[in-house]
Every structure is written in C-alpha cells, then in structure tokens.
C-alpha cells in the first residue's frame, strides 16, 4: 500500500469509510468488522467516520465510532499506526433529516464523548462536520483550535467546507488545518476549486462518496462510459479506475470509499498500485467534466 500524509501523520493512500457499515441497510456485525480487519490487512490505515454515522434517532449516536473501536480491539495485528478521523456537528434525530449543531460547546462535548467510545484520549483528526448557519463558522472552528489546544484532539480539518471557509478555518487554527473532506466524484465535480486549493495549502483533500455514493456505485461503469472503457482495456473494474484517476489530481487527496463487505474494499485498495498515462487522465477529466 502506498501512502499519503495528513499533517505530520502518515496513512495509507487509500482509507475505508465506515459510514455503510453503521446506517439504514447495514451488515451485521460479524460481517462489518470483518470488512474493517480486511481494510486493514490490505494497509489500510485511514478509517473515517462520524458520531452521525448511524441508523436515525438518539439512541444510537456514534455506532460507527465503537465499532470501529471493536473492529481495531479485535484485530489480530499491530494497530498503532490506524489514524481514525471522526467528525461532529451533524446529527441525524430522526429518519429522513439531518441537522447542523455547531455551538462550540457542543461541538467540545461531542469531541469527548466521540473519545470515549474510540476509546482513546486523544482523538487523532478531528473535524467539523458540516457548517452550521445559526452559528458563525469562525465560532464553531474556534471550539477545534481549543480543543487542539486542550490535547483532546492531536488534528483537526473540516468538512463540505467551501473555498472561503477552508481559508478562514485555517486562519482561525492559526495554520493548523490539516484535511478537508468534501464530496467529489465523476458525477460530482464542484468541488474540485477545493481540491485545487488544498493542493496549493498544503491541505489533505479526503473525497467522501468517491464512487459516487452508495446507490450509485455500482452503475459508475454504466453511467461514465470512458471510464468503463479504460477499466476495461486495463482488465481492472470502473471503480478501482476512479480511485486511481483521483489519487492522480494530487499527491493530496486520498479517497474514501465505503464498504460493507472485504471483497469491496480489498477490491478499492488496489487503486494505490495503478499508474495512469497521461491520456487516460486527460480522457477521464473532459469525461467527468462533460458529466
């Protein structure tokens, strides 16, 4: 597996998703931490998730945070080296809404209690999830810098962050901004300005729905067909080429698919080991574009 770095800390080029393992149509347990011990057999070292990432309602708050917790207690190898990066500030409080709470004294709760279920002190990269409009983005970012400050959290980066709010955050970090994690795959390409940004900062650009989100994963090679053309002349799936064609963008982004079962993201981690010429990078950025 080859590797990226986010910050001072350095990953796999390639990281797991944990959201599908956690919410409506998720696998049983047996299956989930399976997924995750084969992520990491493959050096996987990168497993995001986010206290929302749950079934609706209350009750459940941070499934995905303790199961990955069990999926790293459990695995029979060295895990000192796994960076788990949570997220809050959204929240999901009943079955088909999503809500914003970016108060920094809540945002610092939800940083602690996202500890105690990953069972950790300190959280390894810790960032805001999605922009809250009742508060000032200043403010809710200003609760990330205490709590670097306060060693509850060792990174902190941000999420569907906009051109303007990754500048200010890093402003209000005081150059401490580390990642950020926005939508992009090849039917999604507004954030690409990001991405680019990023490139410029120095600032790791994680790629959440990478093969186009859940639903639509599988049907990437149906609905993009230069990419399903190149796989196939390269005996390797469409999938497996858009997370190679995006770790291609720059030596900055690192996507993170989604996976419910090993055979997928051992399937996903072979993209680090794909070399792109030129031309196909060309013919499958004016193919997303023109998407």
């Given at each position: 597996m080859k590797s990226r770095t986010i910050g001072d800390v350095t990953v796999s080029a390639i990281g797991l998703g944990g959201m599908p393992l956690s919410i409506e149509g998720r696998p049983d347990e047996k299956q989930a931490i399976a997924t995750i011990h084969a992520a990491l057999e493959q050096g996987i070292t990168l497993i995001d998730t986010a206290d929302a990432y749950h079934q609706p309602g209350t009750h459940e708050i941070g499934h995905n945070e303790?199961?990955?917790?069990r999926a790293l207690d459990s695995f029979h190898g060295d895990t000192s080296d796994v960076l788990?990066?949570?997220?809050?500030?959204h929240l999901r409080p009943e079955a088909g809404s999503?809500?914003?709470?970016?108060?920094?004294?809540?945002?610092?709760?939800?940083?602690?209690?996202?500890?105690?279920?990953?069972?950790v002190e300190?959280?390894?990269?810790?960032?805001?999830h999605r922009p809250d409009p009742a508060v000032p983005y200043a403010d809710s970012v200003g609760a990330?810098?205490?709590l670097l400050d306060e060693g509850v959290i060792r990174m902190a980066g941000i999420s569907n962050a906009t051109v303007d709010q990754i500048r200010e955050a890093n402003d209000v970090l005081d150059g401490r901004l580390v990642s950020v994690q926005n939508?992009?795959?090849?039917?999604?390409r507004s954030s690409t300005e990001e991405l680019v940004l990023c490139d410029e900062m120095g600032i790791a650009f994680?790629?959440?729905?990478?093969?186009?989100g859940i639903t639509n994963a599988a049907d990437l090679g149906t609905k993009h067909a230069v990419f399903a053309e190149i796989a196939n002349a390269r005996r390797i799936s469409p999938q497996v080429l858009t997370l190679a064609w995006e770790l291609h963008a720059s030596e900055l982004?690192?996507?993170?698919?989604?996976?419910?079962r090993p055979q997928t993201i051992m399937n996903s981690a072979t993209a680090a080991t794909i070399k792109l010429s030129a031309d196909e990078v060309q013919r499958l950025d004016v193919a997303a574009d023109a998407a």
């Open positions: 303790s199961l990955i917790a788990v990066a949570t997220k809050g500030g999503w809500a914003q709470n970016g108060d920094p004294a809540y945002l610092k709760e939800a940083a602690r209690a996202s500890a105690r279920r990953l069972g300190t959280i390894g990269l810790y960032q805001f990330l810098a205490e939508q992009y795959s090849p039917a999604f994680l790629p959440w729905s990478p093969l186009g982004v690192i996507p993170i698919p989604g996976s419910t």
